[in-house]
């Protein structure tokens, strides 16, 4: 229990307590407004029944699942291919691992800042270069529309990010003795039968966890958007955090906020206990 007890100490001050102090406002009107001293209505189910029947809430949280949707098998699928590709520790391999796994130790805000102006209409370099070329007749204005902008901010998170699932998955095709892989193809497996049958069973546990945290991470998406798109056009890129965000600490209503930042936990907890569920069976 002394060994444990730090680990301990630092979840229940940073973890219990603030998810214990979420849960009781969210069964309160409390305001951003109201001074320290100030006595907190409780007011029970109002704020969850106000937030199922909040239209904004619930477009924010389906463009939420639709941006994770849309980016986790494109990072599954990236961070495999890299993978595959880099795993061999040859001195040409282990530089691409350095240079591709770089951006992850970027700001996501620093990275957000620095593809918006890569992407903007008059100074971005993308878009004088295809007007160069002569494939655009003139700048394209990626953030006037839901789609584009959506697009973009995909581009720029994988490029954030890919790298962090690529080691996750390096980690555990280099624990595959090569053994393994030399009885395979004495048994005239090919390449691909080689990573369907071999590597991806034995290194499933990493894939799992990439996809996991990928997953988490798109649906408490915030800084690329709220930098990027800044919920444009009209808040059809509102994310579920973003809203939760204008309800808290735009609108002032920190209990209505923490109502819907629960209900958001509900839906994550879900869709993470389904996953493990679906690659535990899968396993069997």
Excluded: H
């Excluded at 969210?26 to 239209?55: C, H, I, Q, W």
């Excluded at 993978?83 to 805000?109: E, Q």
């Excluded at 100074?123 to 700048?139: A, H, Q, S, T």
């Amino acid at each position: 229990m002394l060994y444990v007890a730090p680990a301990l100490l630092f979840v229940a001050v940073f973890v219990l307590w603030p998810l214990g102090r979420l849960i009781w406002l969210s069964f309160t009107a409390k305001s951003l407004m109201s001074g320290p001293d100030t006595p907190v209505d409780f007011v029970g189910l109002e704020n969850y029944a106000r937030a199922f029947g909040d239209k904004n809430f619930w477009r924010a949280m389906t463009f939420t699942l639709a941006y994770t949707a849309y980016i986790t098998p494109i990072l599954l699928v990236l961070n495999l291919a890299l993978a595959l590709l880099v795993s061999k520790n040859t001195p040409p391999r282990r530089a691409t691992r350095t240079v591709v796994f770089l951006p992850v130790v970027i700001g996501l805000a620093s990275s957000s800042l620095l593809w918006y102006w890569l992407f903007d209409q008059q100074v971005g370099p993308f878009n004088r270069l295809l007007v160069d070329m002569g494939i655009l007749e003139e700048p394209l204005v990626l953030f006037k529309k839901a789609t584009t902008g959506q697009f973009a901010v995909i581009i720029s998170v994988v490029w954030k990010v890919v790298g962090f699932g690529m080691i996750l998955m390096v980690a555990d095709i280099q624990a595959i003795g090569d053994d393994v892989i030399a009885a395979a193809m004495i048994d005239g497996a090919s390449p691909w039968k080689r990573v369907r049958r071999i590597i991806i069973p034995l290194a499933m546990r990493s894939i799992v966890l990439a996809t996991l945290i990928s997953a988490i991470g798109s649906m408490l998406a915030f800084d690329q958007f709220y930098l990027m798109s800044g919920g444009g056009p009209r808040g059809q890129t509102f994310t579920t955090v973003y809203w939760i965000y204008q309800s808290s600490f735009v609108r002032f209503e920190l209990g209505y906020g923490a109502a819907q930042a629960v209900l958001l936990m509900v839906v994550i907890t879900s869709g993470t206990a389904v996953q493990l569920w679906l690659s535990r069976k899968g396993q069997k």
